[in-house]
């Protein structure tokens, strides 16, 4: 049985910054393809937040996440991270890591940033960045 467990969210000020992590079992975790998405107050569907290719090395983000978060994926301990800084209050979600073994970041970027493309998901954890 696939399971993705996200930790770390909590209520922050603006400005301060938060990693969050996701722990995957049950499957190859090398072989994946990794996301985090969000969903944020009254929005339907996920909104994508960045993804990681499954070596690690190729990472991609969008665009209001560009340079202030960073997305890693260590392979020795099952676990894809995401560190975010300078959090502002529209960042106020609930994020969704998710995983994927169909070659989604191969395949290019209307792929990987798709939440149709992601096969396993976890229950998700609050952001509130509030003063």
């Known amino acids: 049985q696939v399971q993705l467990v996200e930790s770390g969210g909590e209520l922050v000020q603006p400005g301060a910054s938060l990693r969050l992590s996701c722990v995957v079992s049950?499957?190859?975790?090398?072989?994946?393809?990794m996301g985090w998405f969000r969903r944020g107050p009254g929005k339907e569907g996920r909104e994508y937040v960045a993804?990681?290719?499954?070596?690690?090395?190729?990472?991609d983000y969008a665009d209001y996440a560009k340079g202030r978060f960073t997305i890693t994926k260590d392979n020795a301990k099952s676990t894809v991270y995401l560190q975010m800084n300078s959090l502002k209050p529209e960042d106020t979600a609930v994020y969704y890591c998710?995983?994927?073994?169909?070659?989604?970041?191969?395949?290019?970027?209307?792929?990987?940033?798709?939440?149709?493309?992601?096969?396993?998901w976890g229950q998700g954890t609050q952001i509130t960045v509030s003063s």
């Open positions: 998710a995983a994927t073994q169909n070659g989604a970041y191969y395949r290019g970027r209307p792929y990987y940033s798709s939440q149709h493309e992601y096969d396993y």
């Open positions: 049950g499957i190859a975790f090398s072989s994946l393809d």
């Open positions: 993804a990681i290719e499954f070596t690690g090395r190729n990472t």
